[in-house]
């Protein structure tokens, strides 16, 4: 009976140790979750500029959109090979919603494509008025919603 | 003496449970009077997502005249699914079917011949929809394409092959009374319309108990993603903490509030709740914020 009590106390804090090794960011697989986790904060933080015009959350900036715009391309072009780690994956590393089928199924690079193209999109339209932005915005959330839905584990 | 007891009272279990598990079809009369408005069934036809589970693997769905052909796998905990052809082809689909046989289906759950369908078919909240809503479905459904796939069998091992043991599961599970119960607003009674109904949104949002039931008291309080290991979450108001305007644009646009997007199996969702009107995307909304906070 003790020595169930006694593993259990060694199995119990095993696990313990195992979580902070994971939650900190000398940990290279924990660094690059954290690195890709806030390439998609910046994502998030431009569209909502222009989701914010588009839904009229806010007035319509051609000048702040242009520069959200800009942003998300310039994002979009930045090479994420260096935190998008192979073994990184839900799973295997605490904190991260990234599922294994990325480095497995070969259908990440399309997705990143289409983004691109969306990005690409509005960055010609943003400037031109609130018509436009609009018409952009729809592919911009597609990409990101296609990539989500196949690649980001529901865990909210 | 006390055997031949036995017996009987086991006889009687047994008929009487081969007598409980029959089929539960709609009163002949349930759909007298009714005159088809084939424009409301596309509304009824995308705010149900017959479609999204409805079409071939890897086929767009959200398009006018979707390919019904059938084909697309559900993992269950009883086994896998496989969504049958229900394009108006007369023998491969759907297109001989009268307007009951569509009722049946979707409102009770029983074949034309019937059997009972196991609920992967999520008629256990389409059975919240009207007779009128299914007969503007049904005129919907006869125009659109038809293809001669063949339907596939489930993959389904014993007990669970057995149609007949779900007529008892059906009795179990719970009635179609609405959940949200009582008087309510125009516009929150057609959002639980839309919810509880057609949009079937608790077949992934409420937990289930071992028999794959609704947990009626834990009412879309969150649950295990049935297919990953991930979760799907609560949208109770609590846990949600959107205003209407939040919920009814990221029904619309997959944006959340702070512009993250939608993922996951709510990806296909939303392509039907974009295409319904603003006014049913807002009658949501309502209806969700109306619910009973989860405490959480």
Same mark, same amino acid.
């Given at each position: 009976?003790?020595?169930?009590?006694?593993?259990?106390?060694?199995?119990?804090?095993g696990?313990?140790?195992?979580g902070?090794?994971?939650a900190q960011?000398?940990?290279?697989?924990?660094?690059?979750?954290?690195?890709?986790q806030?390439?998609?904060?910046?994502?998030?933080?431009?569209l909502?500029?222009?989701?914010?015009?588009?839904?009229?959350?806010?007035?319509?900036?051609?000048?702040?959109?242009?520069?959200a715009a800009?942003n998300?391309?310039a994002?979009?072009s930045?090479?994420?090979?260096f935190?998008?780690?192979?073994?990184?994956h839900a799973?295997?590393?605490?904190?991260?919603?990234?599922?294994e089928?990325?480095?497995?199924?070969?259908?990440?690079?399309a997705?990143?494509?289409?983004?691109?193209?969306?990005?690409?999109?509005m960055q010609?339209?943003?400037?031109?008025?609130?018509?436009?932005?609009?018409?952009?915005?729809?592919?911009?959330?597609?990409? $990101?919603?296609s $990539?989500?839905?196949?690649?980001r584990?529901?865990?909210n | 003496?006390?055997?031949w007891?036995?017996?009987?009272?086991?006889?009687?279990?047994? !008929?009487?449970?081969w007598?409980?598990s029959?089929?539960?079809?709609?009163?002949?009369?349930?759909?007298d009077?009714?005159v088809?408005?084939a424009?409301n069934?596309?509304r009824v036809?995308?705010?149900?997502?017959? !479609?999204?589970?409805?079409?071939?693997?890897?086929?767009?769905?959200?398009?006018?005249?979707p390919?019904?052909?059938g084909?697309?796998?559900?993992?269950?905990q009883?086994? *896998?699914?496989?969504a049958?052809?229900?394009?108006?082809?007369?023998?491969?689909?759907?297109?001989?079917?009268s307007?009951?046989?569509?009722a049946?289906a979707?409102?009770?759950?029983?074949?034309?011949?019937g059997?009972?369908?196991?609920?992967?078919?999520?008629? *256990?909240?389409?059975?919240?929809?009207?007779?009128?809503?299914?007969?503007d479905?049904?005129a919907?459904?006869?125009?659109?394409?038809?293809?001669?796939?063949?339907?596939l069998?489930?993959?389904?091992?014993?007990?669970?092959?057995?149609?007949?043991?779900?007529g008892?599961?059906?009795l179990?599970?719970?009635g179609?009374?609405?959940?949200l119960a009582?008087?309510?607003?125009?516009?929150?009674?057609?959002?639980?319309?839309?919810?509880?109904?057609?949009?079937?949104?608790?077949?992934?949002?409420t937990?289930?108990?071992?028999l794959g039931?609704?947990?009626?008291?834990?009412?879309?309080?969150?649950?295990?993603?049935?297919?990953?290991?991930?979760r799907?979450?609560?949208? *109770?108001?609590?846990?949600?903490?959107?205003?209407?305007f939040?919920?009814?644009?990221?029904?619309?646009?997959?944006?959340?509030?702070?512009f993250? *997007?939608?993922?996951g199996?709510?990806?296909?969702?939303?392509?039907?709740t974009?295409?319904?009107?603003?006014e049913?995307?807002?009658?949501?909304?309502?209806?969700?914020?109306?619910?009973?906070?989860?405490?959480?």
């Open positions: 009976m003790t020595r169930i009590i006694r593993l259990s106390v060694l199995v119990a804090a696990i313990a140790v195992a902070i090794a994971s960011s000398n940990d290279p697989l924990a660094a690059a979750v954290k690195a890709r806030s390439h998609m904060q910046l994502y998030s933080a431009n909502a500029v222009l989701g914010g015009m588009a839904q009229g959350r806010m007035d319509y900036d051609a000048e702040a959109a242009q520069a800009d998300l391309a994002l979009a930045m090479s994420q090979r935190y998008w780690v192979p073994g990184s799973g295997a590393v605490e904190g991260t919603r990234a599922l089928v990325i480095w497995t199924d070969g259908g990440i690079g997705e990143a494509e289409a983004f691109s193209a969306a990005v690409a999109g010609d339209a943003a400037g031109g008025g609130l018509d436009a932005l609009r018409a952009a915005i729809g592919p911009v959330g597609a990409s $990101c919603g $990539c989500h839905e196949n690649y584990q529901s865990n | 003496m006390i055997r007891i036995l017996a009987a009272c086991a006889l009687a279990v047994a !008929a009487g449970a007598v409980l029959g089929p539960d079809p709609l009163p002949e009369d349930a759909l009077g009714l088809a408005d424009a069934g596309e036809f995308i705010a149900a997502g017959c !479609a999204s589970c409805h079409v071939a693997p890897e086929a767009d769905a959200a398009v006018a005249a390919v019904m052909s084909g697309r796998r559900f993992e269950s009883f086994g *896998t699914f496989i049958p052809n229900i394009s108006s082809h007369p023998d491969a689909g759907i297109g001989a079917w307007d009951m046989d569509i049946n979707v409102l009770r759950g029983v074949s034309p011949d059997a009972h369908y196991y609920p992967a078919f999520p008629y *256990t909240s389409y059975f919240r929809a009207s007779a009128q809503d299914i007969v479905l049904a919907h459904l006869r125009t659109m394409p038809a293809d001669p796939t063949p339907s069998d489930h993959e389904i091992g014993f007990p669970f092959n057995i149609r007949r043991t779900l008892l599961w059906k179990m599970a719970g179609p009374e609405m959940v009582g008087d309510v607003s125009p516009e929150v009674a057609r959002g639980r319309h839309l919810v509880e109904g057609l949009g079937h949104c608790a077949e992934c949002h937990p289930r108990n071992g039931m609704a947990d009626y008291d834990a009412w879309l309080a969150g649950a295990p993603e049935p297919a990953g290991d991930g799907v979450p609560a949208i *109770t108001p609590d846990a949600l903490g959107w205003t209407a939040d919920i009814a644009q990221y029904l619309s646009t997959g944006f959340t509030p702070s993250d *997007t939608a993922g199996d709510m990806v296909e969702v939303i392509e039907n974009s295409r319904l009107s603003s049913d995307r807002d009658a949501i909304a309502a209806y969700l914020l109306a619910l009973p906070r989860s405490g959480g």
